[in-house]
């Protein structure tokens, strides 16, 4: 069974600073890797994906993910972090065969002013 | 892109009752689930709502707990039975073509 893992609960940054939200997965055969974010009280929103070609992704709202095969890895950051940034974030792993999601435990994002 | 709608937004409902929460998209789509956030947790998925056939349910969730209907590819419900309190959560409808899209959820307490 595929599984994905965030293991920050929460990451704090200063407005202007980067920021990254880090995230590993174990999944057979080739990866399909998502980031979502949820503001409070609204829905999911879709951020970026991996499929294939280059490791570097690109996102909404300036934010990209480094995806790094050997560390198994697909950490999600931006090189300048906004106050309204602050939301929980969510790294996801496709089931290819069911299509459906598997959600790491999700990373609150905190960035102060 | 697909714009999923969910009905109703949010509700508190009394303990042994039962909700039935609605999923609409504005174009066909092959796939669609349904997933579960309780308070404070990531998403669980609760099943695949197949069209014509039987949901399949991942491992923890029943039929008869959460039945589920999709009488059309564009539309799905999602009943959760007799409720208790740990029923309470927020429940999302996503569908999948190329990419994955999540309704609006629907924010449900249970007292």
């Known amino acids: 069974a595929q599984s994905v893992a965030q293991p920050e609960d929460q990451v704090n940054v200063a407005e202007g600073n980067p920021l990254t939200v880090k995230c590993t997965y174990s999944?057979?055969?080739?990866?399909?890797l998502f980031w979502y974010v949820q503001y409070p009280n609204r829905g999911l929103q879709f951020l970026l994906k991996y499929i294939t070609g280059d490791n570097l992704v690109k996102g909404s709202y300036g934010f990209e993910a480094e995806f790094n095969k050997s560390q198994t890895s697909f950490h999600l950051k931006k090189p300048s972090a906004l106050v309204s940034d602050s939301a929980l974030y969510f790294c996801a792993a496709l089931d290819t065969g069911r299509r459906a999601l598997t959600f790491g435990s999700g990373t609150r994002l905190q960035v102060q002013p | 892109s697909a714009v999923i709608s969910q009905k109703p937004s949010r509700d508190i409902c009394q303990r042994g009752t039962s909700l039935t929460i609605q999923c609409q998209v504005d174009s066909q789509v092959t796939m669609m689930f349904w997933y579960r956030q309780q308070p404070g947790q990531s998403l669980t998925l609760i099943a695949t709502?197949?069209?014509?056939?039987?949901?399949?349910?991942e491992s923890g969730f029943v039929i008869d707990k959460f039945p589920i209907s999709r009488p059309n590819l564009t539309f799905s419900t999602l009943t959760v039975s007799n409720m208790s309190p740990e029923d309470s959560s927020i429940y999302l409808c996503s569908v999948s073509n190329n990419e994955q899209f999540f309704g609006p959820g629907t924010r449900l307490t249970v007292l």
């Open positions: 999944v057979s055969g080739n990866p399909y």
């Open positions: 709502a197949n069209q014509g056939s039987e949901a399949t349910y």
